[in-house]
């Protein structure tokens, strides 16, 4: 309906108004649009979880609400090197293929 209400006033003020010129103006909208979306994906919160795996706390990375990181030191996906630490290095009871996966809710 905005699309609509914007090509109403541009006829209005040039009624001999071509439709690439109209055409052009809906395009320029469009990208505005889809880069306000971006923006405000990117400045949103995380969501925030528990990993289903290995329990670690995990989160969502800006922008896509699908890709999930553990949120302790080094954002990996991986649980295997989420519970690496400098004292007890690697847990061999996880498997190399367990990836960061919110517990279903
Ligand atoms: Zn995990």
Redesign the pocket.
């Known amino acids: 309906m905005r699309l609509v209400r914007v090509v109403r006033e541009m006829v209005d003020l040039d009624p001999e108004i071509s439709g690439r010129d109209v055409l052009v103006r809906l395009e320029a909208l469009a990208d505005e649009a889809v880069e306000q979306t971006e923006a405000a994906l990117l400045a949103s919160e995380p969501d925030h979880a528990e990993?289903a795996?290995?329990g670690?706390p995990?989160e969502t990375t800006a922008g896509d609400r699908e890709r999930w990181v553990?949120s302790d030191s080094d954002r990996s996906r991986g649980?295997r090197a989420?519970t690496f630490t400098e004292n007890e290095g690697w847990n061999d009871e996880i498997p190399r293929t367990?990836k960061?996966?919110p517990k279903k809710r």
Do not use: D, E, G, L
Request: proline content about 0%; charged content about 20%.
């Open positions: 990993c795996k290995c670690k995990i553990h649980c989420a367990w960061a996966q």
